[in-house]
T-cell receptor, first 113, second 112 residues
Framework: NAGVTQTPKFQVLKTGQSMTLQCAQD?????MSWYRQDPGMGLRLIHY???????DQGEVPNGYNVSRSTTEDFPLRLLSAAPSQTSVYFC????????????FGPGTRLTVT | SQQGEEDPQALSIQEGENATMNCSYK?????LQWYRQNSGRGLVHLIL?????REKHSGRLRVTLDTSKKSSSLLITASRAADTASYFC????????????FGRGTQLTVWP
C-alpha cells in the first residue's frame, strides 16, 4: 500500500491564482481530512469528509473548497491564493470517523507571493 | 483555537535519558492521541488512549491520562538520537465526527 499520497510536494503561487492540492489514499478509509501547519501553531483542521459525497468545515475553512467524489480522493482547492495561505498542508485519512488513528501524507509546502 | 497545549515547548536530553512531555486540554474528550513528526515529514501516530483508560504502553513509550486534571503525559524511556522530533497531542474535544485538535508540540532533541 502507498498509504496517503499528496501532490505536489512544493508549489509557489502568485496572489490571486488558484490551484488544487491532490490527496489520495489506498486503504479504503472512510474519513479524510486536510490540515495546515504554520510555525508555532500546530495543525489546524481545514475541511474533512466522513465518506464519499460528504464534506464539512473544520476550524479554518475560509478560502478553501473540497469535494469527495470517490473514497480514495480528497482534493483541496485554493480559490484565490493569498499570502496568508502560505503554509504546509497535510492530508490525513482514518479507517472510520470515531476513535481511530489518522495516517498522514508527506505534506505540500505552499508559498504564495 | 488550540486544544492541547504541550509542555515543555522544547526539551533537550542525552541519549539513554528518559523524556517526558505533557499535554493539557480544556474540554471533555473521547480519546487523546500522540503523534511524532520528524523534520520536514508528515505526522506518525504513536498511541491512542481512550477516556476510560489511565495508562498505555507501546515499546519504549508510556502514555498516561488523567481526565480529572485534563492532562496527559508521554514518556519515552532510554531515548535515542532517532527519537529527535516534534511530538504533538491531539484530542477530539468530545466530538464523534473524527475531528482532531492538535497542540503546538514539543520539540525533542536527543544528543548522542
Amino acid at each position: 500500500n502507498a498509504g496517503v499520497t499528496q501532490t505536489p510536494k512544493f508549489q509557489v503561487l502568485k496572489t490571486g491564482q488558484s490551484m488544487t492540492l491532490q490527496c489520495a489514499q489506498d486503504m479504503n478509509h472512510e474519513y479524510m481530512s486536510w490540515y495546515r501547519q504554520d510555525p508555532g501553531m500546530g495543525l489546524r483542521l481545514i475541511h474533512y469528509s466522513v465518506g464519499a459525497g460528504i464534506t464539512d468545515q473544520g476550524e479554518v475553512p475560509n478560502g478553501y473548497n473540497v469535494s469527495r467524489s470517490t473514497t480514495e480522493d480528497f482534493p483541496l482547492r485554493l480559490l484565490s491564493a493569498a499570502p496568508s495561505q502560505t503554509s504546509v498542508y497535510f492530508c490525513a485519512s482514518s479507517y472510520s470517523v470515531r476513535g481511530y488513528e489518522q495516517y498522514f501524507g508527506p505534506g505540500t509546502r505552499l508559498t504564495v507571493t | 483555537s488550540q486544544q492541547g497545549e504541550e509542555d515543555p515547548q522544547a526539551l533537550s536530553i542525552q541519549e539513554g535519558e528518559n523524556a517526558t512531555m505533557n499535554c493539557s486540554y480544556k474540554t471533555s474528550i473521547n480519546n487523546l492521541q500522540w503523534y511524532r513528526q520528524n523534520s520536514g515529514r508528515g505526522l506518525v501516530h504513536l498511541i491512542l488512549i481512550r477516556s476510560n483508560e489511565r495508562e498505555k504502553h507501546s515499546g519504549r513509550l508510556r502514555v498516561t491520562l488523567d481526565t480529572s486534571k485534563k492532562s496527559s503525559s508521554l514518556l519515552i524511556t532510554a531515548s535515542r538520537a532517532a527519537d529527535t522530533a516534534s511530538y504533538f497531542c491531539a484530542t477530539d474535544r468530545g466530538s464523534t465526527l473524527g475531528r482532531l485538535y492538535f497542540g503546538r508540540g514539543t520539540q525533542l532533541t536527543v544528543w548522542p
